[in-house]
Nanobody, 121 residues
Framework: QVHLVESGGGLVQPGGSLRLSCAAS????????MAWYRQTPGKQREQVAR???????NYVDSVKGRFTITRDNAKNTVYLQMSSLKLEDTAVYYC???????????????WGQGTQVTVSS
């Protein structure tokens, strides 16, 4: 089985910083994509940042220049460094991975359970 476990969420003041972590575990053959999504009540889940194997990264416009996604390939871990946080960044943040399991011939999509980030003064 595959597990994606997020950590690092919490309460932070506007302008502050947080770093989220997501570790993937299981009988993983390879990981193509790791990404961070966020969701607030009544809104569609939004992709915040994406890291593609090879080093390509993408960000939603609203976080460009403030958030940085990195990956430790040896540990199957992805990070989201969030700086200059705004009230609008408040959401549940979810880790996502597109990966191939050992013994499988097709990619699968996996999600973490989410971690709450609250930006409040």
């Amino acid at each position: 089985q595959v597990h994606l476990v997020e950590s690092g969420g919490g309460l932070v003041q506007p302008g502050g910083s947080l770093r989220l972590s997501c570790a993937a575990s299981g009988s993983i053959s390879s990981i193509n994509i790791m990404a961070w999504y966020r969701q607030t009540p009544g809104k569609q889940r939004e992709q915040v940042a994406r890291y593609i194997s090879g080093g390509t990264t993408n960000y939603v416009d609203s976080v460009k220049g403030r958030f940085t996604i990195t990956r430790d390939n040896a540990k199957n871990t992805v990070y989201l460094q969030m700086s200059s946080l705004k009230l609008e960044d408040t959401a549940v943040y979810y880790c996502y991975a597109r990966l191939l399991l050992v013994g499988s011939s097709s990619w699968g999509d996996y999600w973490g359970q989410g971690t709450q980030v609250t930006v409040s003064s």
